[in-house]
T-cell receptor, first 118, second 115 residues
């Protein structure tokens, strides 16, 4: 089946640090990748939709300068949390949709990144 | 507005008993419906989907779901629960106003299966 690899799985760093999270589709090409944020025992909150070769589309209320997304190839999207602060601590999850995006195909999820800002 | 509702925060069942996790939806047009499961500190795993055809959809790990158009529901079921089924379950529907495959998730239901 389709595999999405997300790295790192856990990050602990000091306030003010920028953190990069990678999301790779290992055995398929992903035109579109999605970045979510999840608070404990809550649902996934879509942050942005990442499209290969173009700018990401951010959801309302998500700061694009805070959460930088790059989708440079059909197998890699990155999320950079710039100048992270304790309130950015969360579980971040990526998912990928195969190329071309097909409505009836499921998204494939990475295993998430636990970000803890001290 | 398009939405998904999972009315139960938690469902408790005894091992070996049947389980049901409820989901209702509201979308414009034909719904594309999905169920995912999440284990602690992991991403989501796809269980099953409904696109068209038979209302009863069979998926991974013995799970199935029944699509009911008149009740706009897509409840997840399993005839005999296992302790290992204990996890967080999400119902999702494709956002039909988007052409990117964007999903709308329910708030999640924690399934607790006791020995």
């Amino acid at each position: 089946g389709a595999v999405v690899s997300q790295h790192p799985s856990r990050v602990i760093c000091k306030s003010g640090t920028s953190v990069k999270i990678e999301c790779r589709s290992l055995d398929f090409q992903a035109t579109t990748m999605f970045w979510y944020r999840q608070f404990p025992k809550q649902s996934l909150m879509l942050m942005a939709t990442s499209n290969e070769g173009s700018k990401a589309t951010y959801e309302q209320g998500v700061e694009k300068d805070k959460f930088l997304i790059n989708h440079a190839s059909l197998t890699l999207s990155t999320l950079t949390v710039t100048s992270a602060h304790p309130e950015d601590s969360s579980f971040y999850i990526c998912s990928a949709a195969s190329k071309p995006p097909v409505a009836n195909q499921p998204q494939h999820f990475g295993d998430g990144t636990r970000l803890s800002i001290l | 507005a398009q939405s998904v509702a999972q009315p139960e925060d938690q469902v408790n069942v005894a091992e070996g008993n049947p389980l049901t996790v409820k989901c209702t939806y509201s979308v414009s047009g034909n719904p594309y419906l999905f169920w995912y499961v999440q284990y602690p500190n992991r991403g989501l795993q796809f269980l099953l989907k409904y696109i068209t055809g038979d209302n009863l959809v069979k998926g991974s790990y013995g799970f199935e779901a029944e699509f009911n158009k008149s009740q706009t529901s897509f409840h997840l079921k399993k005839p005999s629960a296992l302790v290992s089924d204990s996890a967080l379950y999400f119902c999702a529907v494709r956002d039909t106003t988007s052409n990117t495959g964007k999903l709308i998730f329910g708030q999640g239901t924690t399934l607790q299966v006791k020995p």
